[in-house]
Each structure stands twice: as C-alpha cells, then as structure tokens.
C-alpha cells in the first residue's frame, strides 16, 4: 500500500486489556512510518456497516497505552449476519476512501475478516481473546491481565481460607478453554484447579481437600466456568439465564462449594471474579505484546499481506493464514494438567 | 501488671486484614518494653475456652506485618452461650498463669470481652472491623483494605463498561452500614452509590442510570450488600441460603441488575467481589492503625486499664469504655450520602 | 455567590496524586448544584498571571479523577514576587468575569492565596502536600498514596535485603517533617525510621543495624531525604547541585549506606525513590478526601468563606482560616517517633 | 535416580523473584511423585563448600510460593576459586547422601554446575536472572517481575512529569543487555528507550526529547543502567565505587538527565530504580514459569539427565546442555530497538 492510503481498524468481541496499546501502535507507525491515515469504525463490524468511524491521529492515541477497553467501543455483529453485508461494508470504505483493513478481535472477528479477504475486502487480522484459546498463536494479550487479577485474588482469598479453617472456590473465566483456571492456580499455589478439557469427579475434588485440611491449611479450588461435573449434573452456568429470568452468576462454582460444604462437612465458599478479570489497565507483558501486534499488522497492510494474521511464535511475531488462525480452538492440553496435579492437595 | 506478666491475646469474628500488625506490635512491645510475655490464644474464644495456645515470640510475629488473616485463627464462638463458659476461661487463664486478655474483634467480640471485664477477667479491647462500624472510633483498620480491593475492581470494570456501553453494578460487604459502598463508591467516582441506611427507589437508580447513558458514558452501580429496594421486595442476601439449599451469591446486586436491564433495556451486568475485599495484605494505612492499636493495647494492659478498648480520634490513639464501644452501630449519616449525591449520573 | 458566577481554579507547587479529583468535585458540584461556570487557570499563578485559561466543562473532568497530576499544570510562580502581580491577577479575573478564586496548593500557595484576600481577591483554598506538612488539617491527600508507594517499595526490598544479609536504606520524600519516613517506616516494619525532627546518632543506627543481623534478619532503615546526621556532617541533598554541577540523586541515604558498610562491615546498600513517590493514581483514601476537600471548597465560595481553607478534623471536612494554615510547620511529635522506636532493631 | 534419593537445591547469585516458586516445585514434585528426599544449601555454593544445609519438606515450601528472594540465601561464592572447592563439595555431598544437585542461577552458577558435572558432581540446572540474557531460554523467571516493577514506575513518572512539564530519566537494571529498558519502555510507552547494546547519541536523545516538548507532552526517557555516550564520555555506574570511596547511586540516567537539562534548557529529573526491581512478590508468570522450571528439573535429576538446563521455548520447558547455556550473553537484537523507535518522541 502506497503512503497516504487509507487504513481501517476496528476491535469486535468481548472487550480486552491491550486493544488500545494495538490502536496506539496502529496509528503511529501508520503516521509517522508508513504515511498512512488511520480511521477507527466504531462498534466492531458495526462501524464499517454504518460508516460510524472516528479519526486515530496521534493525539487520539496518546494517552491510552494503558488503559483497558477499547476507545472504539465493541460489539459482537457479524455482517455475514445482515443484510447485504458485505455490500455495506464495501460502501463505507469506498466512501470514507479506505483501502484496507485491520480487524483485532477473537475467533468470531477473525472469521469475518478471513471471509470478507475472501470476498474482496482487504483484511489484516490481530488476535485477541481473554481465554488465550486461540491456535495459531502461543499467547494473546489481555491473558496475561486476566491471570494477574485472577492470582492476586487467590492470594487475597488464602489468608481469609486459612483464618477460618474454610474451602474457597474461585470461579474464573474459560467457557471451552481453561488456561485462565490454569495458569492462575499454578500462580496462585491452588490445591485444586479444573478446567473445561476434561469432566471432574467431585469425590476427587472432596480427596484433595480433605488431604489440604489434614495438613492443618485451607483449600483452594479454581475452577474455570466451564468445568462440568463427570456425573453429568446440569449445571448453569454464569451469564445463562435461569427458569426466573434472572441472569446466573456463579455457576459450577457455587454449585461446587456447596457440594464440599455437604460431602467434607467443612465451611466452603465460592467467588466468582466476573468482569474484573477483563477490565483496567493491562500488565506490562499485554501491553509489549499488543504494541508489537499491532506495529507488526500495520507492516502487514503496507506490504499488502491481506487474510493474514500477527502471531506469537516464542519471542517472535510472525504472520499466518486467517484460515489456520480460526480453524481449532486452543484447549490446554490434559499433559499440562498433569503437570500441575502433583501439586494439588 | 509488673513486668513477668504473661498477657494472652485472641482474634475474634470475621478475619480482616491488620490483625497480624496488632499481634506483631503487642507481641514486641510487650516483651521489649514491659517485659511481659505474650499467649496466643487461637481461634477466638475456643482458644482461653480450651487451653488452645501458642507461644508468640520475637520470631513468630517476625514475618507476619504485611499478612492477611490472623495467625491465631479466628470463630464465632461465643463463652457466654457455652456451658461453664466463663469458668473455663478462668481456669485456663490460671492454668496459663495468664493475668490478663487482649481481644481483637468487633462488636460481638468486645462485647464478651465487657462482660468478662465485669465477670472477674481482666481485658484490654482492640476494635476490628471490615465494614467500619464500630462507633466509638474514627476507623478501624481492615476498612481501607477493603475499599482499596474494591476501588481496583471498580477501575477495572469501568473500563469493561465504557467499551460495552453497559450497566455495571457491583455488589460490596455492608450488611448494616454502607461504609465501604460509599468510600469505593466516592473513590471509583461510582454514577450510584446504595447503602443500607435508607432504601433505595429503583426508579431514581433508572433515572442516574439513564443520565449516564445519554451523556455517552457508562453506568457503575455501587451497592452494599444489605442495600433494600423500597417497594420492599424481598431479596435473598449473598450468603443466605436460598429454597433450594444453595448459598446464595449476590443478592441485592444481581436481582439490581436484572432490574435495571428490564427497566432501561440496556445490558446490565452484576460483580459480587465477596471474600476477595477482606484477605491479603493490608494497605499501608491500616498497617499503621493496627500497629498504634497494638502498641497501646499493650500500655494500657501495662497500666491496668481494663473494660478499654483503644480507639482512634483524629489522629490520635485514645481509651474508651468498651461499654461505649458496643452501644451503637456506626452507621453512614445521610448527610454523608447526599454529599456523594452530588456526582451520581 | 449567585449562580452564574464564572469561579476559577487553579493547581500550584508540586504535583501530588489527588489534584484531579479536587478539579472534578469542583466542577460538578460547581455546575450541578449552584450553577457556576468553573474556568481553569493553567500552570498555578502564572495562569491568573497571563490569563492561561482552560473552560472546566463536565466532559473535561470526567476521566480524571483517577490520575495522578493535574490537568491545569503547575508551576511554583508567586504573584507578590512579580511586577504588578496582583494588578495583573485582577485584570485577568476581570477580563474573564471570575468572581472567585479556588487555590488548591502547599504553604506558598496557600499563602498567596491568603494575601490576595486580603488584597481584594477573594479566595478559598485547599491545601495539599505531599509531606502531610500542613498544620491546620488532619491529613492532606497525596500523603496516602506517597506512603503506599513507599511501603510496597519497603516490602520489595525486604526479600532481598534478607536473601542477601544485606543492609538497605530507603530514601523517603520530607525536607522538614517526618511524616512520610514514619508511617511508610510502621507500615513496612522497618527496622529505623529517622526523621529531619531530631538529629540522628550514626552510631545509635549502628547498634539497630548489628541487633537485627544478630537475629538472623536483615534491617531496612528508612531515612527522611532531611534527616541530619547528629555530629554535624554537611551531607547533600537530593535535588541540590554538587561541586561539579550535578544534580544530587541520594543525599542522606547513600551517605548512610556508605557509613553503615564502612563501620558495621556490612554491605549497606541505598535505594532513593524520589519521583515515583508523587505520581501515579492517588489511593482510594487520596481520592475519597480530595473528592471531599473539592465539594466544601465550592461550598465555601458559594457561602462567600473568603480567606478560609477546608480541613480535614477527624471524619469531617471544616473550615479554618488561611492564616491559621500557613502559619506553622506540622512536623512530627518526638512521641511519635518515641512510640515507634520500640519497633526498631 | 531411584526414590529415596536425596537431591540437593542451591540458589546462586543475585536474588530474583520466582526463586522459591522454583523450591517449592522441587520439593513437592521431588517428595510427592518421586520419593525423593531434598536438601537445601544455603547461600549458593557456600552451602556445599561448608556443609551448610536446611531440611526442605512439605511444611518448609508451604508458604513461598509468592514469595521474593530466596529461603535459602544467597552468595556469589565461585568453588572453583576456592581452595579444594570441589572436593569439599564432594565430600559435603558424601556426608549428607545426596546423590545429585540442582542449581538454581546465572550464567556464573551455571558454569559451575557444568564444570562441576564435568568433575563428577551430577547437576542440573535451572535458569535465574532478572536481565534475561540467557541464550538458551526464551524467557527466565524474574525478569518479567522487573518489568512490571518499572512500567509501574513509568506509569506513576509520567503525571510528575506533565504536571511539571519536566523530562525524566529513569534508569533500569541491565549492565550488559537491555531487555528490562526494552520491554518496560514499550510498556510505559517511555518516548527514548538507551540499551547497552550500542552505544547512543545524546544530540538524538534531545532531538526525541524536543519533538516530545514541542507535542505539548513531557518526556520519559528509559535508560539501562550499562547504557553508554556515544562519545566515549566516562560516566560511573551504578554500584561502583567512586573516587571518594563513595558507592555511586545513578550512573548513566543522572548524567544524562543532567545532560539534557543543559542542551535543552528544559527541566530534567532522574530516577533510579536499584534494587526495588528485584524483590519483592513475583508476578504471576514468573511465578508459572518458576514453578514449571521446577518441576521440570527435578524430573530431570530423576532421568538422570545431568549436565542440562531446563528451558523456554515457545510454551515448552525443554532441556538444553549446560554448556549451551552459559556460552553467549543474549543481548536485545538492533532490529527490536529499530521495532521500538517508531514509537519515539
């Protein structure tokens, strides 16, 4: 892409800690490197849709390296889901005279930018999911924010657990991946950790915590919002709503803490961390990781590498198919699981 | 009591952090300045009621100013509702050759501990409480803690909130006073704050609600736990067990939420931050409360001030009766609500 | 002061965390509740100086509360040090119809602030320093989240001191008072704490130093950048230019390092914190008092309490003469240093 | 090595934090899975040079794990400049029946167990340094913590320095790499990043600094501590000893703050970070990798698999030959400098 073209960006999906710091790494190496302008959609897709767009110069993005969220605003339209689309999108660029885009977004984003490449609209993706499940990189950022807030709230929770001879259920987030439960136990010396990848017995779960009591300390059980019983029980989970209408919170892991309350005869509480796990400022390894994510996707419009996407590889940034990047959810493999089991207990 | 004397000292009622800051400072002034020598007892009153100690020395007390929890364990075990309850405690304390108590607690605690002053057993109070409740003193350390966690989860969830356009309510300790609601409330610059003081109309919330979104900001909707609508529904409480048997978690805040959703028609999420605002490390203010605590709880065993407890008045460390203690809840004064007012919407 | 009365604000001496949150409370309130217009002067006196004005709007203070600085900056500018200054001043708030003044700042400010009362220009203050300082209030905000600042340095510092038996002197802000030095010292269990109140003994700190390795434990000495040594030694300090026209960087603290490592033959090392202790996000505690400090200060002017400073007493917010608020140093009590001696070594 | 072997664990050189996660990964994995029994020696190599030992079970490593420094202590005794250094080391092993070591270090730790290896002592390593200039892993444990440490500081630098329209030079750990000036400077969006790895032009540096002013925003320059003039100037470092016998504090970053002062006529302030950048909790991904670290190298030791290091590579701990490890420093490549510069000024 020549220098004075027109580049798009927009952030879809679930809000993240690290989108601005890839807004901010957009812009100004667009500017200042390439000669390009940078123009926000607002909404996700549903900025290029509605031609609602807000100029990124370099005062836009000054201030906003570390601050949570997205100055874009989100949102989870799917234009494969509208009508007339594609057609729509490709009215607003031509409008607002942009000839390319960068969409930062998790599996449901990407896929909309692999299909819109495909259908003649030149995108450039940046991965971005909380839950780290996404295959083709080894991290994304806001994992790294989420597993900080989630351990520092195990810290807090083992001095409470243990002055009250109590079990503590942290529920954290992971629908299908548990990397969250998992990386934030290991951190936070959890004597349970269970994750979405594999079905728990619960006279398991009681075995550890008993043996946790025995040696005169508290137990603490992470458990990632996903995780399903192996008996099969229905559990609902949090977000869902419940036969009331009312919108659950806390879903295994209310329900585990009051299965060890009944099976241990031992006080057992649940916390479910929520939204605090994906909001505020991003760590210093999210926001290095969004930084060179997206000066790397801003080189990859100019050289014109379009239903690529920037990756982690080790300590590299490289490209890969938009195809490969959505094709397979990254769960934590049952050998990593293994791994950290010898510490349970 | 002349140096040589063995003094005891318990946690009583909920953990909280800066008990272990007392314990360090009466533990080194105790033995450095007065000479006397210090008895843990552990789990609250269990522990005078069982014989249940442990030795606290220069060593055990080295590590442990910046620790949540207690050390000594903490219950709700109350000697008065105990067979033989205040004779156990005698004896124990003659068996220990103990002459004297120091109870760290709150206002069930320090009630006890007026009541065996009255019953023959000498005690020196410490004031404890995470919601600030106690009347006869300015504050009470654990209380900054707590707003502290829940200011950081407030930050975070703005965030998440502003890039969603989406209600956020979250949910605080408070049973009967709103305290921290309105101190996180006032420092996360909340658009709602709701105590537990006078009950709230679901409308006037609707309408600061709906100011927010119109001026293209997002909503944070502080609420203590024992917040009341004012139709008086009845609302099942984080903690309470509901029909089915379930611990409940998140009253007041998630049935607020579905509310706000069905009234306003925007998305409106609930965060119950639960045990995670009363464990891990003090913040520096109430390190230094609890220690200044310490340290004149353990003069005033020296100058035989019992039926004391130790309270702060502006910035200093003063004696009341701990009849005075217990007389009344400190509840937030409306004047202090329709302060914080001002900045709602 | 009838609504419509445009009222000026301004930031002067140096920045301190909680500045922001003081320029929000005013604004709000100011427009919400009696209809003023709120105009900011940039850069401390220079801004009613040269008539540097930003418009205070709802928009412009609704992301701030959080931050550290202040958004009007500031500067260390004295109207009475330049010609005409008053004159000047009067001019401006003529020019843009300011009939009020609220000064947010240290002694300087403040006494400024006090004068041109006096001289016809009608002011309320709000104090704020860093060093807690200020006679006439309990606290000033910005000490709070200086002495957290502090003690999570103290705390870092602890584990490695210990690992590698090593002595660590801790550099803390406060020219003339303590304040800083002692509850970061209480609050990080320091093993010396030595304030600018009282001249210190080398060899005193020597003694602390040599019982703490005796038992086994590495000593953390937290020094007041004014603390003087008792034999008189002329030792630089921080900020202050050497010989060679170099700005000092560790003046008391490394000075003490050297002398600890040369007589007790023990490596001493010095950690200076300097800047890192007055930026960044005010605590919660900062927020919540200079929230507060803000609202009575727009109430003081609506009232016409001209000449008057708001106050902290105890929990409530008073008024007290200007005058009365710079008249005397609040250094710290030699009882306050006697109370945490007992803690040393 | 059958169970029942007894394995020893030293920890080496400067103190990290991640260290005692690396113990208690060790000891548990060690006792629980293997049968091993393990020994700790204290202070590096000093412990088996002196037979100076502590007993690590599963009560010892309880509580470490979010620990900084090390339980073990510390030094940086090298046996190969010790008289008989390896035989004493064998003799210690001998009398204590410890069959194999871990040693947990630097590149001068590391060299030692490989030449130890070579001598018979059968040792596995396991990879320690802040600076994270070991060729052989992506990552080590520490260095993700003292990046954290000093974005925060930028953070909190960054208001200080607006407020005051001030420049500030921060100066980081990293004699011979500038991994830490690399990554907290992305993260704290620092507007001059100066590594070790080639030396730099202060007229560039003022050039930065004055497009930064001329932006109408402040400056934060983010310097290594082994950072060099381009012209050859002598600036002591950090840690040295300067001609007065005096231990230097701020080597390049107060040189060059003065520096700036001078060419620009703009107010410069410098900030040395020291030791607070090693202690203290680590962050939780050094905490996972830590852990992980352990638990891979105690599995080592049982396959016997000496001479080796565990290491990083993507999301894999693998092994790696001692030699390989410790052969070449890893320095930041010029091209993740060049990546960076665009986000300058």
Redesign the interface.
């Known amino acids: 892409m020549p220098a004075g073209t027109r580049i798009g960006v927009l952030t879809g999906g679930?809000?993240c800690?690290g989108?601005n710091a890839v807004l901010?790494?957009v812009t100004?190496?667009g500017i200042?490197?390439h000669g390009h302008e940078i123009v926000g959609f607002r909404s996700g897709w549903q900025g290029p849709l509605e031609g609602n767009t807000m100029p990124l110069g370099?005062d836009a993005v000054?201030d906003i390296?570390?601050?949570?969220?997205?100055i874009l605003?989100?949102s989870r339209t799917n234009p494969y889901k509208e009508t007339d689309g594609v057609e729509r999108i490709k009215r607003t660029l031509a409008e607002h005279e942009v000839d390319a885009l960068i969409a930062i977004g998790g599996e449901d984003t990407l896929g909309v930018a692999e299909r819109l490449t495909q259908d003649g609209v030149p995108v450039v993706g940046v991965p971005k999911t909380i839950d780290n499940d996404l295959d083709a990189t080894?991290?994304t950022f806001g994992f790294?924010t989420a597993?900080?807030?989630?351990?520092?709230?195990i810290?807090?929770?083992?001095?409470?657990?243990?002055?009250?001879?109590r079990a503590?259920v942290v529920e954290v987030m992971g629908r299908h991946a548990g990397w969250i439960a998992l990386?934030?136990g290991?951190?936070?010396?959890a004597n349970v950790i269970l994750g979405p990848e594999k079905r728990f017995s619960v006279d398991q779960v009681c075995d550890w915590v008993q043996q946790r009591f025995e040696?005169q300390?508290a137990p603490i059980i992470v458990v990632a919002e996903g995780a399903i019983p192996q008996d099969g029980e229905e559990v609902l989970q949090t977000g869902e709503t419940d036969a009331f209408?009312?919108?659950r919170?806390?879903g295994v892991g209310?329900?585990l803490?009051?299965e060890l309350?009944r099976r241990t005869g031992k006080e057992s509480?649940?916390?479910?961390?929520?939204?605090?796990q994906?909001?505020?400022?991003p760590?210093?390894?999210d926001?290095?990781l969004a930084?060179?994510f997206g000066?790397h996707a801003v080189d990859a419009v100019s050289e014109g590498a379009f239903g690529k996407m920037v990756a982690l590889?080790?300590?590299d940034i490289v490209r890969v198919p938009l195809a490969e990047a959505t094709a397979k959810l990254k769960t934590v493999p049952l050998s990593r699981y293994a791994?950290a089991e010898?510490?349970f207990g």
Chains 1, 2, 3, 4 share one sequence.
């Open positions: 679930g809000d800690p989108l901010r790494a100004r190496k200042a490197v370099l000054e390296l570390a601050r949570g969220g997205t605003g989100s080894d991290y790294d597993v900080h807030i989630a351990t520092e709230a810290d807090r929770l083992r001095t409470t657990a243990e002055s009250h001879h503590l990386h934030a290991l951190a936070g010396g040696r300390y209408g009312h919108v919170l806390g209310t329900w803490a009051d309350s509480r649940a916390v479910v961390l929520g939204h605090t994906r909001g505020g400022t760590t210093a390894y926001r290095v930084t060179r000066l590889r080790g300590t791994e010898v510490l």
